[in-house]
């Protein structure tokens, strides 16, 4: 009975910090939109240049690579023009109006042709040119070395010696920039209990509430639990918007919604148990929002849910690394969140991820837990 009169309280607090919890549970929402923003204005068109050395032929390519892209299903998009001087071309480059430069060695069509009567005969020459720095050159560079290799066996009647195809997990070999990006996102809807969840313990201590709250036999557990079945709800709140406003610009749920509901629940109490250290730590909300900014900050960006972190692993445990960032939950219910909404699998996929979470939810809760209970609620 004590826990449901704290439930009822921390509902009555919430709201009265109503500003906080908006905040809390539109910031996720607002960074979606951005990320769609971004991803629409990143749909750009590859530009490419052909210049040809040869003065009496033209290479073929032109055409070939126009009709082959037409018909291409990737997504990709490629705008390809001609020019007659390399000054021209690398002017272009070096202003950024175009991604790459294609150089054809004189008389390629025709030395690529010869191949089909004597295959050790002369070969024709590519020059590609561009920032090699750039990621779309990098990425025009893949698709054009493939076409032309495509082209010159067509040229010299060769059959391609491979028959390749690619399988995408899930749907990760359509999904977007956008798309991608939503699973971190949601669980940074939830890294924003950081505040609420901790404001909502430290307010107990700089309104003296907590001193009733003792005489009234309240234990540190009933104050915790009811706490933190309250913020659980915000964080299901809080990650619910984050998913409604991906749906809104486009984004399609895949996987089990169970399994994604599941590990919101599991991450919340992560963070929620996270913020009793914190809580530990401060005496009143202005500490909370000052102190606070560190570990929100680290867990946002070190977290990979603003972008991918990729580190060193120190070790293995049962084939599941483990880096210097594996100690935030957030990066396993964020890896959980991907093999799910993304890749499509089962429980059985993130069951390393989920003992990992409940394990730094404990170490979290133990070590917040001595520290609220020796430095707020242990009488002098």
């Not at 490629?78 to 071309?89: I, S, W």
């Not at 050790?120 to 893949?142: H, V, W």
Request: glycine share 6%.
């Amino acid at each position: 009975m004590k826990i449901l009169n704290i439930i009822l309280k921390s509902i009555k607090e919430q709201y009265r910090n109503f500003w906080m919890l908006l905040l809390t549970v539109s910031c996720a929402p607002l960074f979606v939109a951005v990320y769609y923003l971004i991803d629409q204005s990143e749909q750009k068109s590859y530009e490419i240049i052909l210049l040809s050395e040869s003065k009496n032929e033209t290479p073929a390519f032109f055409s070939f690579a126009e009709d082959f892209l037409k018909s291409d299903t990737s997504g990709l998009k490629f705008t390809l023009y001609q020019v007659h001087e390399r000054d021209e071309a690398e002017d272009r480059l070096k202003n950024k109006k175009a991604d790459m430069l294609i150089i054809f060695s004189p008389a390629f069509d025709s030395m690529a042709a010869a191949l089909k009567k004597n295959p050790y005969g002369p070969k024709p020459g590519i020059e590609f040119a561009g920032d090699l720095s750039s990621a779309d050159y990098m990425i025009a560079a893949i698709w054009m070395g493939e076409l032309i290799k495509k082209y010159i066996y067509e040229l010299a009647a060769i059959s391609d010696p491979v028959s390749f195809s690619e399988t995408g997990i899930g749907i990760s070999g359509s999904a977007s920039y956008f798309e991608l990006a939503i699973p971190g996102l949601i669980i940074f809807a939830i890294i924003m209990l950081m505040f609420t969840a901790t404001i909502a313990v430290v307010s107990e201590t700089e309104k003296k509430t907590l001193q009733r709250l003792q005489l009234s036999r309240i234990t540190t557990a009933e104050l915790i639990g009811g706490i933190s079945f309250v913020q659980v709800l915000v964080g299901i709140l809080a990650a619910a918007l984050a998913l409604l406003t991906a749906m809104l610009f486009g984004f399609e749920v895949n996987g089990s919604f169970g399994l994604l509901l599941f590990i919101t629940v599991l991450c919340s109490i992560s963070i929620i148990a996270f913020s009793m250290i914190l809580a530990g730590f401060t005496r009143t909300i202005t500490q909370v929002l000052v102190v606070g900014n560190f570990p929100l900050f680290l867990f946002m960006f070190f977290s990979g849910a603003m972008f991918p972190i990729h580190t060193n692993p120190w070790f293995s445990i049962a084939g599941y690394d483990i880096s210097v960032n594996s100690l935030l939950s957030p990066v396993h219910a964020i890896s959980a969140l991907n093999k799910v909404m993304i890749m499509q699998q089962n429980i059985r996929s993130i069951i390393p991820e989920i003992i990992a979470i409940i394990t730094l939810s404990a170490i979290y809760f133990i070590t917040g837990w001595w520290l609220f209970y020796n430095r707020q609620m242990k009488k002098p």
